[in-house]
Nanobody, 129 residues
Framework: QVQLVESGGGLVQAGGSLKLSCEVSGGTFSGNAMAWFRQAPGKDREFVSCIRWSGGAIGNAYYADSVRGRFTISRDRAKNTVYLQMNSLKPEDTAVYYC???????????????????WGQGTQVSVSS
C-alpha cells in the first residue's frame, strides 16, 4: 500500500522560505502525477502545484496562479520523493499542506482533489506578518 509522508513544515516570517518533502513508501509509485494541495481553516482544499511523475510530459510542472513564481515543485524518482520549495512566503500561504499522488491523472483534472488516489497526513505551514 502506497503511503505518503510529508515533512518540512514550520513557522516562518513573511518573506522567508521553507522546503516541503513528500516521500512515497510502501513500494515504488507507478502513477503519473504528484501534487501539493493546501487547506486553511474554514476553507476548501486548494490546488498548489502538480508535477508529472511518469508517462508523457514527464517532469512538467504546473502551479496555481497564487504561487507561480514563488513556489517550485520538483521530484527525485530515485528517492521516490517530491519537493515543494516555497520562497517569498506570505501570511496568506498559512495552511496545512498535503501531498497527493494519482495513478492516472488527466491534466485537465489536476486541480480536483478527488482525482488523486493517495494522500499524506499533512504538514502545517504558518507565516507570520
Amino acid at each position: 500500500q502506497v503511503q505518503l509522508v510529508e515533512s518540512g513544515g514550520g513557522l516562518v516570517q513573511a518573506g522567508g522560505s521553507l522546503k516541503l518533502s513528500c516521500e512515497v513508501s510502501g513500494g515504488t509509485f507507478s502513477g503519473n502525477a504528484m501534487a501539493w494541495f493546501r487547506q486553511a481553516p474554514g476553507k476548501d482544499r486548494e490546488f498548489v502545484s502538480c508535477i508529472r511523475w511518469s508517462g508523457g510530459a514527464i517532469g512538467n510542472a504546473y502551479y496555481a496562479d497564487s504561487v507561480r513564481g514563488r513556489f517550485t515543485i520538483s521530484r527525485d524518482r530515485a528517492k521516490n520523493t517530491v519537493y515543494l520549495q516555497m520562497n517569498s512566503l506570505k501570511p496568506e500561504d498559512t495552511a496545512v499542506y498535503y501531498c497527493a499522488a494519482a495513478r492516472g491523472l488527466i491534466l485537465s483534472s489536476m486541480r480536483s482533489p478527488d482525482r488523486y488516489n493517495y494522500w499524506g497526513q499533512g504538514t502545517q505551514v504558518s507565516v507570520s506578518s
